[in-house]
């Protein structure tokens, strides 16, 4: 393609080819048709020479949390012998991401060239960056073509994690949050039944407390022969949270990640649900990477898949739930799930933020909570409310007593 200055050179070719003409001056008409044809030539010269420039594209981290400063770094190879003026390469960007990345290469004939720019990812999920465009112009700057290279990256972006480990600074939240967290993550031998001693029963396998108690020699069978386990349910619906990237969906994926976090991290094994996709058991990275790719689902009630998930249930399995604060028409078949496992954790986080909201829907939005914690606290869960603008920390080290329901 002809730039403004190869146009303006050509025109000047056939202007000076009519005065020639005119004049009757065969000197003057042969500079006249070489000006004419050097923006063609340089069309072609810069056509042959595009196809010998090759450009990687490498990642500092292909998978990263949120915030991270991530260096894309691109390889420019020329393998022509011919020295091209510069390159103009765009790397093609999503739009949440910001506008492509354009760097200039200076020319350089068979010689490796490095270039870099940094991207910084603030929400979760995955990008794919590329493919490449390269702009090469001629040395006079008459013709520029434009050639876009195959290739992409995938740029991983998790979850926020936040760290659901006790303060140091105080001693009252630290109780708070390490008996939260005892809780949840009891061990799977906990919930092993005892049975009475008989002859030739391994004397190590006593239960000195239920002896002490009974006064009976009390054996514990299968002591450490499973390992504990939790499960993570992560309520998706988009009637209920809200649409990806919102503030109340993007809390909730931020908390399921955080205690998953926690999980894995506590030696436990660990499952992941969602309202359009089954129970899977999935290790810390495997769960982080589900999670940076989640959307909203279109399903309406929790009856459907509660009955999955009750079926799924251990007494060694502790579970969390991670959604809305639920209608009162999907209380019942969630409570009734929860029975099938050890210890159960809510947390509810509100759609909207009720302090921004008018009189009438922040009491709608604090009665339905309300009503949801009411009802899980009595059938034995533990249960977390938060706004979208809270962090899960907040709450997590926050006393049960001093945690009233309709707060936010």
């Not at 799930?337 to 509810?348: D, E, I, Q, R, Y």
């Amino acid at each position: 393609m002809l730039t403004p200055r190869g146009v303006a050179v050509a025109l000047a070719g056939v202007g000076m080819w009519v005065a020639a003409r005119i004049l009757g001056s065969p000197g003057l008409e042969t500079v006249a048709v070489g000006l004419l044809l050097l923006p063609f030539i340089a069309a072609l010269f810069v056509r042959w020479g595009t196809r010998t420039i090759h450009v990687q594209r490498h990642l500092s981290e292909p998978r990263v949390p949120p915030g991270t400063r991530v260096t894309v770094r691109l390889d420019v190879t020329h393998e022509g012998a011919a020295k091209p003026s510069f390159l103009l390469l765009e790397d093609r960007l999503p739009p949440s991401l910001g506008r492509p990345a354009r760097v200039v290469v200076a020319g350089s004939a068979r010689a490796l060239q490095h270039v870099s720019y940094t991207i910084v990812p603030n929400a979760r999920g995955r990008y794919m960056i590329g493919p490449m465009a390269v702009d090469r112009t001629d040395a006079f700057g008459l013709t520029r073509r434009r050639v876009v290279l195959d290739g992409r990256d995938e740029l991983l972006v998790t979850p926020e994690v936040e760290d659901l480990r006790a303060p140091a600074e105080a001693t009252s939240v630290t109780n708070v949050g390490s008996a939260r967290a005892r809780q949840l993550l009891r061990t799977g031998e906990e919930y092993y039944t005892m049975r009475g001693y008989e002859e030739g029963d391994d004397l190590r396998r006593i239960h000195w407390p239920s002896v002490a108690r009974t006064g009976e020699l009390m054996i514990r069978q299968d002591e450490a022969s499973r390992r504990a386990a939790g499960l993570i349910y992560l309520d998706t619906r988009e009637s209920m949270l809200g649409p990806e990237h919102g503030a109340a969906f993007e809390r909730a994926v931020s908390c399921a990640a955080s205690i998953g976090a926690l999980f894995t991290r506590n030696g436990f094994a660990l499952r992941l649900g969602m309202d359009e996709t089954a129970i899977t058991t999935v290790d810390e990275e495997t769960f982080l990477d589900l999670l940076a790719g989640v959307r909203p689902g279109r399903g309406r009630t929790l009856g459907r898949v509660m009955t999955g998930l009750r079926l799924a249930g251990a007494q060694d399995t502790s579970l969390v739930f991670v959604g809305a604060p639920p209608p009162p028409q999907d209380l019942p078949p969630l409570v009734r799930a929860g029975g099938s496992f050890g210890p159960k954790l809510a947390v509810l986080v509100h759609p909207l933020d009720p302090e921004s909201e008018p009189e009438a829907r922040r009491s709608q939005l604090t009665s339905r909570a309300t009503q949801a914690h009411l009802t899980l606290v009595r059938a034995g869960w533990d249960c977390l409310i938060l706004s979208p603008p809270m962090r899960l920390r907040e709450r997590w080290h926050t006393p049960r007593a001093h945690r009233p329901a309709s707060s936010a």
